[in-house]
């Protein structure tokens, strides 16, 4: 069996309509500033956890938060995933940084996000 290790979920990613008035709201909410600022994604650590928000749902479309299982080994966990079951809605990318992310279906359609850093 290769290294397909759950760290837990340490980031979730929201989708926002209106980024300038979710990030004050993130903001106020987390206590802080965020420590990424753009025009497609900001992003907020607060106590271990990474928030982001994306505008419009981003290009993955989102329509509702999703939680990110940060994993050892991306392909590993994502075979193990659809053997079991799950549907790959997002491959396997690179997100910049040396960040691969992906996100699979559930059998009820929820949406499951993995990041592995490498």
Do not use: C
Not at 3 to 28: C, E, N, Q
């Amino acid at each position: 069996m290769t290294d397909s290790t759950t760290m837990g979920i340490k980031t979730v990613l929201h989708p926002v309509t209106d980024l300038a008035k979710a990030k004050d709201l993130y903001a106020a909410l987390l206590g802080g500033p965020p420590q990424t600022d753009g025009p497609y994604y900001v992003g907020f650590d607060a106590g271990g956890q990474h928030v982001g928000l994306v505008p419009g749902g981003g290009p993955q479309a989102m329509t509702s938060p999703v939680a990110y299982w940060h994993v050892a080994d991306i392909e590993a966990k994502l075979a193990e995933l659809t053997a079991a079951g799950a549907t790959v809605r997002e491959a396997a990318h690179d997100v910049g940084g040396g960040r691969l992310v992906a996100a699979v279906t559930d059998l009820d359609g929820n949406v499951l996000g993995l990041i592995q850093d490498r």
